[in-house]
């Protein structure tokens, strides 16, 4: 048999100390599926007292990640530190420099890093695998690295971010407001006690962006990414979503058109009877449209420690396969030196249809006013629905309009417009309609 593979696991919070007991647990099948065995040779942290329900004796103990990255004793660095600069950086681009093969689950890094430290893994002739750092246990790197040869994607999109799809299907199964369903989710656990980077997109950006590269062949760019969260989303639009035979959704959206490739996060609304929309809490989802394949959907568990480290440990195990001196496949799908530059369509030249929710004044000629505005910017509407609303607010109105397919633009100057007009009495709410099968 060859000689074992002999790893070291920097960080064992929630996902190191995962993947080691994993490794532990299932050794033996490791071993038959990958003709040799696995070990922990050594572990890095910050606590070296700290009990991660894990016997780590075996394993020689590193304070410095960075040192362990260049050890003799590893041949693969799997770094679960977290953060995109400090000593997770340091550690993984010492690895590579030093010819280890780095298995991470860290999508900021990639979102900053990815293409600088995928020149240095090809470069060097080792592998840089990160199928955790997209939607956690589901295989989308794999997917769409190496199972989607020749395929020309045009469109990928997805549920990236667990706490806001917990989130959002709360309020809908409940009623019950953002604000108190947010709260649940941080006593619960599903939300940090921080929660501005999942909710306002940032976390769903990062993810996005190496998808995009993958889909498209182009740069990671992860700052070039038009960015909503979901935190003005209320129970009036859950409602009129549903009314109107859709579910909201927090999407990140990566599509080829003709002026360059949209990247944007952001609430989105999804037909109630697509496969998109069946997908409810924690649980994350990809779907990849090609010019052969047609739409493929991945669904599945997208964070927590097993699932997570089911990833890394399929990572880990596609190391202990390859053979010395094989020419391993490029990181993004195409060499990192060929990454093409990425060419941004601008937002405002989205073309899709809207939902548009304005509460307004009672009073005459508004109804008439919007309609107005509406064709004035040549946008067709598939429906306008106006509500009366009760108790206090008895005064005002809601309009509900749903337009055809139309810009970004027009929407953003006929909704200038009815705000200029004076017959609003709160802020306009626009959620993006998305197709999805
Ligand atoms: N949690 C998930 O469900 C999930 C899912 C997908 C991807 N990820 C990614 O996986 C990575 C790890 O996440 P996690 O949730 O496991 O984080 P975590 O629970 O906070 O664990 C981080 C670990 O890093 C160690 N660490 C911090 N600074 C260090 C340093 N300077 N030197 C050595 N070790 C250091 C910590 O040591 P101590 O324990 O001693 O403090 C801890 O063990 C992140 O990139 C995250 O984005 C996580």
Redesign the pocket.
């Known amino acids: 048999m060859a000689e074992a593979l002999r790893v070291g696991i ?7 100390a995962s993947v080691a007991r994993v490794l532990r647990d299932k050794a033996a099948e490791l071993t038959r599926q990958c003709g040799r065995d696995i070990v922990v040779s050594a572990v ?4 070296p007292k ?1 009990d991660r329900g894990v016997d780590l004796n075996a394993a020689k103990w590193f304070d410095d ?1 960075v040192k362990m990255a260049q050890a003799a004793e590893i041949d693969v660095f799997v770094e ?3 953060g995109d600069e400090g ?1 997770a950086f340091a550690a993984v681009k010492t690895a590579l420099e030093a010819g280890r093969h780095v298995v991470t ?4 890094l990639l979102a900053k890093h990815g293409v600088a430290l995928a020149e240095i893994a090809e470069k060097k002739g080792v592998l840089l695998n990160y199928e ?2 997209v939607a ?1 246990g589901i295989p989308v790197i794999k997917t769409m690295r190496e199972a989607m040869a020749g395929n020309s994607v045009t469109r990928v999109f997805g549920i990236l971010n667990g706490t806001c799809n917990y989130i959002l299907t709360r309020m809908e199964a409940e009623g019950i407001s953002f604000d108190a369903c947010l709260k649940d989710a941080q006593r619960l656990g599903y939300a940090e006690a921080d929660p501005t980077f999942d909710i306002e997109g940032h976390d769903t950006a990062h993810k996005l962006s190496i998808l995009t590269s993958l889909a498209f062949g182009t740069k990671i760019a992860a700052n070039d990414i038009y960015m909503e969260g979901i935190s003005n989303i209320t129970q009036a639009d859950i409602r009129a979503a549903g009314d109107l035979g859709y579910r909201i959704k927090l999407l990140g959206v990566a599509q080829r058109t003709d002026s360059g490739i949209e990247q944007r996060v952001h609430p989105t609304m999804v037909p109630t009877a697509s496969v998109i929309a069946q997908v409810h809490g924690v649980i994350n989802a990809v779907a990849i449209e090609t010019d052969i394949l047609g739409e493929l959907l991945l669904s599945g568990p997208g ?3 097993n699932a ?1 480290a089911s990833a890394v440990i399929g990572d880990i195990a596609d190391i202990a396969k390859s053979r010395p001196g094989f020419q391993h496949g490029p990181v993004f799908g195409r060499p990192a030196r060929e990454l093409k530059p990425y060419k941004k369509a601008q937002m405002r030249s989205h073309a899709g249809g809207y939902f548009i929710r304005l509460t307004v004044h009672d009073r005459i000629g508004v109804f008439a006013a919007i309609a107005k505005r509406m064709a004035d910017n040549d946008i067709s509407l598939e429906s306008i629905v106006q509500h009366a609303i009760s108790g206090e607010a008895a005064a005002q109105k809601t309009v509900i309009l749903v337009t055809h397919e139309t810009t970004e633009a027009a929407v953003r100057k006929a909704v200038d417009g009815i705000t200029k007009d004076g017959h609003l009495t709160d802020k306009p709410q626009v959620i993006r309609i998305e197709r999805a099968g």
């Open positions: 920097a960080g064992l919070g929630t996902v190191g890095s942290a910050r606590d700290r990640p679960l530190i977290g000593p689950a860290n999508k900021a955790a750092a956690g964070a927590g420690g997570t």
